[in-house]
């Protein structure tokens, strides 16, 4: 068995953050290929519910980046992810959510290099904490928030 | 039952190079709901296009996702495609196998993995997408252009002369910007007053363009086509309407020993000013922080003087709010100050100056009236040395990159020397040449060659003060590096040419993305060069990176073409990506409970409050609507709503969960 690779989902921004990975991408800068990207509008629409979902879809790791404050596209919505997240942080360490596994940051559409840096410590961080199994054990039990009405 | 064809792209090399693009089309193949996947060089191509408009045709689909670049990229493209073959355009989306894959992962099978997941994710997302139809928005055929340098006086003859309204609004007392401070312009040495002011006077005649000057950009709200935008029109302390510019009050102001901006405090004005002789318009100013009146409540020479009595001490400013349909913003730059340059003793000896400050000197109209002389003791400087990379690219000052125009204007300085001081020395210091454009290396080339200006290849260290000369230490790494000391009169420093000092807060009121530098970013730096990522929003100038002015000019003509373009519809279509309050049948009406958190979190105010009635016209309940022209999208409503009654067309929730629950 070779070493364990974490499994990180990315809530991104349309205009700041998913901007800033493409930029990383334009730039070739390389970096830890086990990150998921989810694309938003802006960080205001993460809902925390899709944070504990992450969890509880065997997610090892989140990263929720936006636009710095002061440069949302939407004027405000970061102020709101922000606030939600002092608060939610209490609740989710409440109900027993690791929270070296979540990471808030800001990631502008110029930077690029920032977006490498940011994926690559949170894997080696992630990765040295080990698997995280306790979380959607329990979640499983309660069942997922949302129900999904389309069938395959 | 679903029908999803998924179309894998190579991007030649980009994506096959690094992803094994076939492996990712077979495994889509295989996700439940996906009856067609193939894999193929380039699907932007047209025969690309083709073979996802034949396979919507035969396979009957009712989803597509194409995985290739980053959607921000080619989303339009095969929306596009998907339209003309009769599929909903908002059916389609893309796995960004490119920026977020193949370019920043190595060739390794983690990398293919990933470009699976990344297309399964969006499979499940397309299965969950409703067709949506575009929003129907009016467009106000008026547009703001924000700065009244060259761009902007460019931008706004050309939208102006196309027919349309323009409000250009600069911040100082006169249009003109940083080009009518400049003698003479390179390559052509045409004078650089000669060539703009006819323009400022066609701008300030033009029945098209209102100009508010000694004014700023206080907020802007809205969207594309039906911008908010309010002014701040500064007090000027007179009477604009009843000011015939006749200029007495600036003769007669007794404080006159004001450093003159324009002159780049090489000269002086008095406390009530017009910048500069030809300024548009030509109503003076009261710098309020220098009048005499305001510091000591004496005085008021001018308003004696005055024969139209147009002063007025108590003026107040202004604030005016326009309904704009379209904003160019070329707000321009600066230089870097004096503290930027100890090395060389910039601010710290008079003789060592910036290259704008020379431009004053050896214009007609400047403080020496054309005459080079050193700012010390007004003498003619025998020996001159010029500083090319004053600052830029030097990334031990956090300045990277090239200011663009030096090279070209230190040439321009050294070849205006030489012509006004025929037995002077000029020396220029220089890293490279960078001389791109037409009949631009011809020009550096005249000045080594016929103006026999002394070009030195290498970095200045110091600069410094012996026996009433300045000393320059450098080396010329063309002699080994051998170091070199050249006693001067004057040193004119090519100073990095940056972003304004408020750019971040001027792109923040307008919600426009800007660099590390704080200069604006425009939305695709080839193909998209003079818009903005924020709808409705164009750019032009140096505001942008540096730039010089033919090249700010085309840029402008550029931004205004996009105006008018935007201008030539009537209406426009906006993505549909909208919040909506559910709906259901009675007695519930709606899951909404009618808390109303939505309407406190919406930056837009796009929350309304809907009465629902039975039909003795009595109110049953209220719940929340979203005004649909006002709605931005961004979902912030949708993550704060508790009853999940509130959603995001494009990205709800069942999309986001279904996406997720595919990772």
Redesign the interface.
């Given at each position: 068995m070779s070493e364990f690779?974490p499994?990180i989902?990315a809530f991104v921004c349309?205009?700041?953050t998913?901007?800033g990975?493409?930029l990383?991408?334009?730039s070739?800068?390389?970096?830890s290929?086990n990150v998921?990207?989810?694309?938003?509008?802006?960080t205001?629409?993460?809902?925390?519910m899709?944070i504990l979902?992450?969890f509880g879809?065997g997610?090892d790791g989140i990263i929720v980046s936006g636009c710095h404050p002061?440069?949302?596209?939407?004027?405000?919505?970061n102020y709101?992810a922000r606030r939600?997240w002092m608060l939610f942080r209490r609740l989710m360490d409440f109900v027993g959510v690791d929270l070296r596994r979540v990471h808030f940051s800001w990631v502008?559409?110029?930077?690029g290099a920032k977006w490498?840096e940011l994926v690559n410590q949170v894997v080696d961080e992630v990765r040295t904490l080990g698997p995280y199994k306790a979380f959607p054990q329990r979640f499983h039990e309660n069942g997922?928030?949302?129900q999904?009405?389309?069938?395959? | 039952?679903?029908r999803i064809g998924v179309f894998i792209c190579h991007c030649g090399e980009n994506i096959g190079s690094t992803v094994d693009c076939a492996a990712v089309a077979k495994a889509a193949g295989e996700l439940?709901?996906v009856v067609h996947s193939v894999d193929y060089k380039y699907m932007c191509s047209d025969p690309g296009q083709s073979m996802i408009k034949d396979a919507i045709r035969t396979q009957k689909l009712t989803g597509v996702v194409v995985g290739a670049c980053?959607?921000?990229m080619h989303e339009p493209t095969f929306r596009r495609a998907c339209n003309e073959a009769g599929l909903n355009p908002f059916l389609c989306e893309m796995a960004?196998l490119?920026?977020?894959?193949s370019?920043?992962?190595?060739k390794?099978p983690?990398?293919t993995a990933?470009a699976i997941?990344?297309v399964r994710?969006l499979v499940e997302k397309v299965?969950?997408n409703k067709p949506l139809s575009s929003i129907k928005v009016p467009v106000t055929k008026r547009a703001l252009v924000l700065g009244g340098g060259i761009a902007g006086i460019q931008a706004a003859l050309d939208i102006a002369g196309a027919g349309h309204e323009v409000v250009l609004v600069e911040r100082s007392p006169s249009i003109g910007g940083h080009m009518a401070q400049l003698s003479e312009t390179f390559p052509t040495l045409d004078c650089s007053q000669c060539i703009l002011t006819p323009r400022m006077v066609e701008v300030a005649q033009h029945p098209n363009i209102t100009l508010y000057t000694y004014s700023e950009l206080e907020s802007l709200e809205g969207f594309i086509g039906n911008f908010k935008a309010t002014i701040r029109k500064r007090a000027r302390g007179v009477d604009e309407k009843l000011c015939t510019g006749c200029g007495v009050c600036t003769q007669k102001c007794p404080n006159k020993k004001i450093p003159s901006e324009f002159n780049e405090h090489l000269g002086t004005r008095p406390a009530i000013y017009v910048p500069f002789p030809q300024a548009v318009p030509n109503k003076p100013v009261i710098d309020r922080d220098r009048c005499t009146y305001y510091s000591k409540g004496k005085c008021q020479v001018c308003a004696k003087m005055c024969p139209t009595k147009a002063i007025r001490y108590d003026q107040e400013d202004e604030l005016i709010t326009i309904d704009i349909g379209a904003v160019v913003a070329a707000t321009g730059f600066t230089i870097k100050g004096t503290d930027f340059f100890p090395e060389y003793g910039y601010g710290q000896y008079p003789n060592v100056i910036t290259g704008l400050q020379f431009e004053r000197l050896a214009s007609a109209s400047g403080p020496t009236l054309g005459v080079i002389r050193r700012p010390s003791d007004n003498e003619i400087p025998e020996n001159v040395v010029f500083i090319a990379c004053a600052g830029s690219r030097d990334s031990a000052k956090r300045l990277s990159y090239c200011s663009k125009i030096c090279c070209m204007y230190t040439a321009k300085h050294a070849m205006l020397y030489k012509h006004k001081v025929h037995e002077g020395r000029a020396h220029v210091f220089y890293m490279d040449i960078r001389a791109g454009g037409k009949m631009y290396d011809e020009f550096v080339r005249r000045a080594i060659e016929e103006d026999q200006v002394n070009y030195i290849r290498g970095r200045v260290s110091r600069v410094f003060e012996r026996n009433g000369k300045m000393i320059v230490k450098g080396v010329d790494t063309l002699l080994n590096g051998q170091s070199i000391e050249i006693e001067a009169d004057l040193v004119v420093l090519a100073t990095a040419m940056t972003a304004q000092p408020d750019a971040?807060a001027t792109?923040?009121r307008m919600?426009i993305?800007?660099?590390?530098d704080h200069f604006l970013?425009e939305a695709h730096p080839k193909l998209r060069p003079v818009e903005m990522?924020?709808a409705g929003i164009f750019v032009a100038g140096a505001c942008q990176a540096p730039k010089d002015i033919p090249e700010t000019v085309a840029q402008a003509s550029a931004a205004a073409s996009k105006v008018v373009g935007l201008f030539s519809r009537s209406e426009l279509a906006r993505e549909p990506?909208v919040a909506t309050v559910n709906r259901t049948a009675p007695p519930l009406f709606s899951t909404c409970v009618g808390c109303f958190l939505c309407e406190t979190?919406c930056?837009?105010q796009a929350i309304e409050r809907d009465d629902i009635r039975g039909r003795d016209g009595q109110l049953i309940r209220q719940v929340a609507k979203v005004n649909q022209g006002v709605c931005?999208?961004?979902?912030?409503c949708?993550?704060?709503c508790r009853s999940?009654a509130i959603d995001?067309q494009g990205?709800t929730?069942?999309q986001?969960?279904?996406?997720?629950?595919a990772?």
């Open positions: 690779e499994k989902i349309n205009w700041c998913y901007a990975a493409d990383t991408g334009t070739r800068i390389k970096y290929s998921r990207i989810i694309r938003l509008p802006c205001g629409r993460i809902d925390f899709l979902q992450a879809q997610a002061g440069d949302c596209h939407y004027t405000a919505g709101h939600r502008s559409a110029a930077e490498a997922f928030p949302v999904l009405t389309v069938a395959n | 039952m679903a439940p709901g980053s959607p921000r960004n490119r920026e977020h894959c370019w920043v992962h190595e390794l983690d990398t990933k997941d990344l994710i299965k969950r971040e792109a923040q919600k993305s800007y660099d590390a970013s990522n924020t990506v979190a930056p837009y931005q999208g961004c979902g912030t949708v993550a704060l999940k995001l990205f929730n069942e986001v969960f279904a996406e997720l629950l990772v």
